[in-house]
């Protein structure tokens, strides 16, 4: 019924920047956050920002706060990830995720994925 699409993913040098876009067709709801996830080599995914419905609300994990910004566009039923001083750490399959509902940083939170964009960060 939803599908997302995540695009902007690329290969940048330490402290460059990309921008992620998420791209939601189908069904939509009322009220629903989105929010964005990363999955690194060896490691369990991981929550990295989610914003609100109305855009108003908006939360971030401790180790993109300042460097990464999300927002979204409504009647594009896009979202944002603006990732600037991007970080070797940072090198991850990036997926997008739809909640319907508040705002929430768990994986099992969100009921639509896209299939997720690389991101990978140099050295």
């Known amino acids: 019924q939803v599908q997302l699409v995540e695009s902007g993913g690329g290969l940048v040098q330490a402290g460059g920047s990309l921008r992620l876009s998420c791209a939601a067709s189908?069904?939509?709801?009322?009220?629903?956050?989105m929010g964005w996830f990363r999955q690194a080599p060896g490691k369990e995914r991981e929550f990295v920002a989610v914003i609100s419905w109305s855009g108003g609300s908006t939360d971030y994990a401790d180790s993109v706060k300042g460097r990464f910004t999300i927002s979204r566009d409504i009647a594009k039923n896009t979202v944002y990830l603006q990732m600037n001083l991007l970080k070797p750490e940072d090198t991850a399959v990036y997926y997008c995720a739809r909640r319907p509902g508040g705002t929430a940083t768990a994986v099992d939170d969100y009921d639509y994925w896209g299939q997720g964009t690389q991101v990978t960060v140099s050295s």
């Open positions: 189908g069904r939509s709801f009322r009220s629903y956050a």
